[in-house]
C-alpha cells in the first residue's frame, strides 16, 4: 500500500511541481491513514477501500479533537490520493467524492481558450527533429482526442491506424490499411480507376476528386474518410474504446512514424508509439515535464497540464455544439454525471460572451 502512496508523492513533486513542504504535509497525512488501515486490518489494499471505512477514519479523526482546518486539510489529502489512485485505474471507482468535508464544492476544471491552445500548438511547429515530431504529435493527439495522459503513453504503435501512411522497415507490416472500406464500393471502383490507385486516391485533394466526377459531396466524404483516424486506447479499469482524431493530427502522427520514430528506436521490438531519447517509452513524467516547458514558451500564465487539455477538448467541443452524450462518449467517462462538469465551463463562457456583447452589460 505504502508503493502507491509514494507514487503519489512523486507525481505531486515532478508533475505538480508542489513545494517540498506540502508534498511532506501529503506524506503525513497519508501514512497517518495507511497506519489507521494497518492497524485496523480494514483492507488489504486500496481497491478494497470503501466510504464506510474512510468515514470511520475521519470520524476518528474528530474524536482525536483536531481542529477543523487541520481535519480538512487531511481529508483534502486523502481525496486527492483517491482521485489520482482512479485516474490511474489503481482502484475501480473513487470512494471519496462524497467524504464530508468544508471543502466539498467541486473546482471545476480549467480549459485553455481556442487562441491559448492554438499558441501551444504553434510552440512546436514546424518539427525539424525526431523529438520535435514525436512532441507534435503527442500535443495534437491529446488535444484530438481527449484521452489522458496514461492512455497516451500507454499507446503501442499497433494501436494507431491512421489511412495513407507511409512506412519503412519493421513498421510498414503493422498497419493493414482499409480506410476505404466504408467508401461505397462504386464510387472506390470508379475513382481509382482514374486516378489509377488507391494510393492516388488517399493523395487526391477534394478538388482532384471531384475531377473523376464526385459530386463536391461524394469528395468531401472520401477525403474526410482518408484524413481521419482511429485510435485504441485502455482508459480507466482497463475499458478500451476507439477515439477518432482529426485531419491535422493524423498529419502530425504520419510525419513522427515516418520520420521521427525510427531515428528514435534503438532497439528492434519495441512497439511503444511514443519514444524517448533513449529508445524507451515516454513517459507521464516525461510528458507533463515538455508540455511544461512548452506552455513556458508559448506565454501561458496557467500552470498547463495534460489534463488541462483534456479540459480543453471537452469545453471546445461542447462550446461547438456537441451534446453532451457524445463528449461523455469521447472521453471514456462511465457516467454522465462526470462530464456535466463541463456544462458549467460553458455556462461561463455564455456569460463571457454576454458581458462582452450587450451593450447594456
Same mark, same amino acid.
Given at each position: ?10 507525481? +505531486?513533486? !515532478? ?11 501529503? *506524506?503525513?497525512? %497519508?501514512?497517518? /491513514?495507511? =497506519? ?84 501551444? +500548438?504553434? !510552440? ?11 512532441? *507534435?504529435?503527442? %500535443?495534437?493527439? /491529446?488535444? =484530438? ?217
Amino acid at each position: 500500500m505504502r508503493a502507491a502512496v509514494d507514487s503519489f508523492l512523486n507525481h +505531486l513533486t !515532478v508533475e505538480r511541481n508542489l513545494s517540498p513542504h506540502t508534498v511532506t504535509a501529503y *506524506r503525513n497525512d %497519508l501514512d497517518q /491513514l495507511t =497506519a489507521y488501515l494497518e492497524e485496523s486490518k480494514q483492507a488489504k489494499g486500496w481497491a478494497q477501500i470503501d466510504l464506510e471505512i474512510l468515514a470511520l477514519y475521519v470520524t476518528e479523526l474528530r474524536e482525536r479533537g483536531y481542529v477543523s482546518a487541520t481535519l480538512n486539510r487531511k481529508v483534502a489529502a486523502v481525496k486527492s490520493f483517491f482521485r489520482y489512485l482512479a485516474e490511474e485505474g489503481s482502484v475501480p471507482v473513487d470512494p471519496t467524492d462524497p467524504l464530508t468535508s468544508s471543502h466539498n464544492s467541486r473546482r471545476l476544471p480549467k480549459a485553455l481558450s481556442e487562441e491559448d491552445v492554438d499558441r501551444l +500548438l504553434a !510552440v512546436v511547429s514546424p518539427a525539424t527533429t525526431p523529438e520535435r515530431m514525436r512532441d *507534435r504529435a503527442m %500535443l495534437e493527439l /491529446l488535444y =484530438a482526442s481527449g484521452m489522458r495522459v496514461t492512455e497516451l503513453v500507454s499507446l503501442d504503435i499497433g494501436d494507431v491506424d491512421v489511412a495513407g501512411i507511409q512506412l519503412e522497415g519493421e513498421l510498414a507490416d503493422v498497419f493493414y490499411d482499409e480506410a476505404l472500406i466504408s467508401i461505397d464500393q462504386p464510387i472506390k471502383q470508379r475513382v481509382a480507376e482514374q486516378l489509377g490507385s488507391l494510393k492516388a486516391v488517399k493523395d487526391a485533394t477534394p478538388a482532384v476528386l471531384m475531377e473523376t466526377g464526385l459530386s463536391e459531396g461524394e469528395a468531401q466524404e472520401v477525403h474526410a474518410t482518408l484524413n481521419t483516424g482511429v485510435v485504441r486506447c485502455q482508459g480507466k479499469g482497463g475499458k478500451e474504446r476507439m477515439v477518432t482524431v482529426n485531419a491535422v493530427a493524423v498529419g502530425a502522427l504520419k510525419e513522427y512514424l515516418a520520420k521521427g520514430r525510427q531515428r528514435l528506436s534503438k532497439r528492434p521490438g519495441e512497439m511503444a508509439l511514443l519514444l524517448n531519447r533513449r529508445g524507451k517509452r515516454l513517459t507521464r513524467q516525461g510528458v507533463w515535464l515538455l508540455l511544461k516547458a512548452y506552455a513556458g514558451h508559448a506565454g501561458l500564465d496557467m500552470n498547463v497540464t495534460p489534463h488541462t487539455l483534456r479540459h480543453s477538448f471537452a469545453t471546445h467541443l461542447l462550446q461547438g455544439g456537441a451534446s453532451l452524450r457524445h463528449v461523455q462518449e469521447m472521453l471514456g467517462h462511465a457516467s454522465i454525471a462526470t462530464t456535466q462538469i463541463y456544462t458549467h465551463l460553458t455556462g461561463e463562457h455564455v456569460r463571457q460572451e454576454y458581458a462582452r456583447a450587450h451593450p447594456r452589460s
